[in-house]
């Protein structure tokens, strides 16, 4: 990854146009996403000012590009007045949206650390509150099994070390008393993890607590037949929230024995596996349309082909979702090959509870499609680029059918639309 790959031959520098070769050369380099209409934004700006700052003057070789979420070239350059270091020219917008989505930025202020072997740390703005003096700088992560540590304990004080838990697959569940969210899911998810321990199943579950003082975390333990970090070591939470870049509670990562992610967040699979049937609960090849049972996230992420099947039997149904499962699979073994992330992300949506009539029905309506068709469906649905792509033809849904849909997409040939377009 070279710094003009990301950011193109020229930056915006405090005298005009610099060359990004040779501004960035041999730097750790922070991406700034921001923008003046953004409050938290404004906030986070001057703090940054004051640590990138003190950085160059203590000879850290650090710079910082701001990419730029500003409405118009005036409030970019308005913005852009109050900072001290190097920025994506603003009209450079396509530029803009594919690293927003290269780094997966949902929300403003975010900020990046990169250098040209890839990603540091996606939790710059952390690492900022943690460490302003840049103490620890450039903030590369430690290893998991370090980040860990080596002493948990039972509810009842009992001390279970690292080695003890050696051949099992371990679940980081990162929870807290006052979240409405986690109570309704901890006493399901303990059923579950109950029902796995009396199969003999290989799995501990670790909590990480967001509760707000150590007794509230000693009450919410109780309720748990699991192990937890001590409430009073916050460097360690926090540190292991940054790595899995938890963003919101409940939420549950499951490690294999070797301490490989299985699956960064599995709470969806969770509440729709009451016995456990599908442990260790791995990303599906391809998911429901259904909050309930599905993981929903890559529909803000990635392009998702989505076959809209609701008016179709089961039989059919489940025929679709196994051709889809055949594509879906091509494209996982193409991102673990190259160790990137899947291209595109696979969903069936066959209607049914309220959750998910009511997610398939924003999405007709956002995309405009036809909900009296009874034949089924397949569109693309890329939420980063506020646009559709629509199959018109009513054949049958197969793999070749889906690749050939693919494609048309990938050519600029099949039909698009733009998201709730009037």
């Not at 008393?177 to 899911?185: A, M, Q, S, T, V």
């Not at 899995?244 to 699979?269: M, T, W, Y």
């Not at 609701?310 to 091509?330: G, P, R």
């Amino acid at each position: 990854m070279s710094y003009v790959s990301l950011f193109g031959p020229k930056l915006t520098g405090k005298n005009g146009e610099v060359d990004t070769a040779t501004a960035l050369k041999d730097k750790i380099v922070g991406i700034y996403f921001s923008a003046h209409w953004c409050p938290p934004c404004r906030g986070f700006t001057p703090k940054l000012v004051e640590s990138y700052k003190d950085m160059v003057a203590a000879g850290k070789n650090f710079e910082v590009v701001f990419v730029s979420s500003d409405k118009d070239q005036g409030s970019f350059d308005e913005y852009y007045g109050e900072m001290p270091w190097l920025a994506l020219p603003f009209a450079d917008r396509d530029r803009k949206n594919e690293l927003s989505k290269k780094f997966k930025v949902s929300g403003i202020p975010s900020f990046v650390i990169v250098d040209e072997n890839g990603t540091i740390t996606t939790q710059g703005r952390a690492q900022i509150a943690q460490d302003p003096k840049g103490e620890k700088f450039p903030w590369r992560p430690l290893p998991l099994d370090q980040l860990l540590g080596d002493k948990f304990f039972k509810n009842d004080g009992t001390e279970v070390t690292m080695a003890q838990l050696k051949g099992k697959h371990i679940g980081l569940y990162f929870s807290a008393h006052w979240c409405p969210p986690c109570r309704g899911f901890t006493p399901k998810f303990a059923d579950v993890y109950k029902k796995l321990q009396a199969k003999n199943t290989p799995f501990e579950v670790i909590f990480l607590s967001s509760d707000r003082d150590e007794a509230a975390f000693k009450e919410y333990h109780s309720e748990m037949p699991w192990l937890a970090v001590p409430f009073a070591d916050r460097d360690r939470k926090n540190a292991l929230s940054q790595h899995f870049e938890v963003q919101g509670i409940p939420s549950l990562v499951i490690l294999d024995h070797n301490l490989k992610v299985v699956n960064a967040d599995c709470v969806g699979r969770v509440r729709g596996d009451e016995e456990g049937a599908e442990f260790p609960w791995a990303p599906r090849l391809v998911n429901p349309l259904d909050p309930t049972q599905g993981d929903l996230d890559a529909l803000n992420e990635a392009p998702c082909v989505i076959a809209i099947c609701d008016k179709s039997d089961k039989a059919a149904q489940d025929k679709i979702h196994k051709q889809l499962e055949e594509v879906a699979k091509e494209y996982r073994a193409k991102a673990e090959a190259k160790g990137d992330d899947q291209e595109y992300f696979f969903f069936v949506a066959r209607g049914g509870s309220d959750p998910a009539e009511g997610i398939l029905q924003q999405i007709r309506g956002l995309s405009k499609l036809d909900g009296n068709r009874s034949e089924p469906q397949l569109i693309i649905l890329d939420a980063s680029k506020d646009s559709v792509y629509v199959e018109e033809g009513k054949g049958e849904i197969d793999a070749q059918a889906v690749r050939a849909f693919i494609a048309k997409q990938q050519s600029g040939q099949a039909t698009k639309r733009k998201l709730d377009e009037e």
